[in-house]
């Protein structure tokens, strides 16, 4: 039965996805978004590029237009957390005192930024990236001559290694693991991306241990002995499900809320979306919880045809991106240690494509500067075939004509 | 062709393959030229959610795919058909002329 009122816990990219597909789809209910945030829902990828790089202006990326909830009969509650939810009367309670009643519930709630363990209160200058205040509060720091200390060699923290290098500041990264971007590209790229941070000068340092940050203007104290003296720390270690309220109302959790292909909560009027879904994926044979912009967007559209009847199933291959001196890096399907590696093109001249393959078959695919053959590399993942890796290799054989072999195989 | 004093050409139709559009400069505007079944289309090259090129796009059917952020837009009508995307291409009518893909530039359709 189609709800005669849907809650959206989460004013985010999936919450806005999913009431902008709820209407999109003529869902004529009630619609109330209620979000943490005093903002409507925005895209975060800027916060850590376009917005630290171009200090002129700061364009928010809104995902929808103020005027446009209006039109369309969107409740707001913004600037207030939900803080339970009671399942058996179908309530969620706000941190003003007051209740909403729901039909079905979303629960888009996103992520927190990991806070570094050695770090016991906040501190004015030791900053995450995760909304628009935090890009705000870090912009001032970008000047020319300042000293900006990165912890962590993510998408992130790279990203803002990047910018703060555009504006002349003094860059130092330090990561605890032996490479960037371990979690979500193949070892060949991250020492690529080493080999260019270093280049443009940044201070970039692997197996590195942080123990204190200490003063009003932050020392860090490294596990070797050293201290580096910073204007300003960036942390970008990673982020945690903002699953609690899902938990405490006795949900099914594990590393964020779990959920089906079709976004079902195991409570029949609970659904979540986006960073904080736990979600199962057809296409790849298994749950996964992914932290993109692609998944915000697509996963909430999918839970919001669903909440519609349509029972509309996510799968899709991941797909994720990453710019940094201008290179326009794209991900698509998951990166597997154990996976044979083709190149194609010039991958040191930042302009190629980097496969990997299990079995034959193509598992991820990394495109430097090549967004066209990566998205053609993510059709191939999709078919699931095993394919000619030396025509894959081969740039004179072009993509798309192995897409199109394999599909006319299938 | 009456019209024919006002078209500018923007490529060799000859270069414009099925899934590999091609990118066109005239008068400091950008387009993007697509074909299908034999018939020539162009739009505006710029996506209208972002800074992304639909020259650069994956072609699916009549759809082309933003490379950006994997909106899609019919390139025969101009409408967006995935999200993010929500306003409509600007598009010309493609006139094939000595084997260049031409348009007026002031041809006003939406």
């Not at chain 1, 912009?293 to 996963?299: K, P, V, Y």
């Not at chain 1, 199933?313 to 326009?328: C, L, M, R, T």
Request: charge should be negative; proline fraction near 5%.
């Amino acid at each position: 039965m189609i709800p005669d009122h849907v809650v959206v816990v989460g004013a985010g990219q999936a919450g806005g996805r999913a009431i902008e597909a709820l209407r999109g789809q003529g869902f004529a209910g009630a619609i109330t978004l209620v979000g943490a945030e005093k903002h409507l829902p925005y895209e975060r990828p800027s916060l850590s590029k376009e917005m630290l790089l171009d200090l002129g202006q700061e364009r928010i990326v809104w995902v929808r237009p103020a005027a446009w909830y209006d039109e369309h009969k969107v409740e707001r509650r913004l600037g207030v957390a939900v803080t339970a939810i009671d399942r058996a009367a179908r309530t969620v309670a706000l941190a003003d005192g007051s209740s909403l009643s729901y039909g079905a519930l979303i629960l888009a709630t996103g992520t927190t930024p990991r806070q570094l363990p050695i770090l016991h209160h906040s501190h004015p200058r030791v900053l995450t990236i995760r909304t628009i205040e935090d890009s705000q509060a870090l912009r001032p720091c970008l000047v020319d001559g300042a000293h900006l200390v990165i912890i962590g060699a993510g998408f992130i923290g790279l990203e803002v290694a990047a910018a703060a290098r555009a504006h002349g500041c003094a860059v130092t990264v330090l990561e605890a693991a032996p490479r960037a971007m371990a979690r979500g590209v193949p070892e060949r790229i991250s020492e690529l991306y080493a080999k260019l941070h270093r280049e443009r000068g940044v201070d970039l340092r692997f197996h590195a241990g942080v123990i204190a940050i200490e003063g009003e203007r932050p020392i860090v104290h490294l596990r070797s002995g050293e201290r580096l003296q910073a204007d300003a720390v960036v942390v970008g270690i990673g982020v945690i499900p903002n699953d609690e309220l899902a938990s405490a109302a006795g949900l099914a959790v594990d590393n964020g809320i779990l959920v089906d292909a079709q976004g079902r909560s195991n409570d029949p009027a609970i659904y979540a979306a986006g960073d904080v879904a736990h979600h199962h994926n057809p296409l790849l044979g298994h749950s996964l919880r992914l932290e993109s912009w692609q998944n915000a967007q697509n996963q909430a559209i999918a839970v919001a045809k669903t909440i519609l009847g349509q029972d509309h199933v996510y799968a899709e291959v991941p797909w994720f991106w990453s710019d940094q001196y201008g290179i326009n890096m794209q991900i698509t399907g998951l990166t597997d240690p154990q996976a044979t590696v083709v190149e194609r093109g010039d991958l040191d001249g930042y302009a190629g494509v980097l496969f990997e393959l299990v079995d034959g078959r193509v598992v991820c695919a990394v495109g430097l500067n090549a967004a066209r053959d990566l998205r053609v590399a993510k059709q191939i993942i999709g078919t699931k075939l095993p394919v000619d890796s030396a025509a894959l290799g081969n740039p004179a054989v072009k993509l798309t004509d192995i897409y199109k072999s394999l599909k006319s195989a299938s | 062709m009456s019209e024919s004093s006002n078209l500018v050409a923007l490529c060799d139709a000859a270069d414009v393959e099925e899934d590999t559009p091609v990118q066109a400069m005239a008068s400091g505007a950008v387009y993007a030229v697509f074909v299908k079944d034999g018939a020539y289309y162009v739009t505006q090259d710029l996506c209208t959610h972002g800074p992304g090129n639909l020259s650069e796009g994956f072609i699916e059917d009549n759809e082309v795919e933003c490379p950006f952020h994997q909106g899609r837009f019919n390139f025969i009508t101009g409408a967006p058909t995935a999200a993010p995307c929500t306003d409509a291409l600007r598009i010309w009518t493609a006139h094939v002329v000595d084997g260049k893909v031409c348009i007026d530039p002031e041809e006003s359709r939406t």
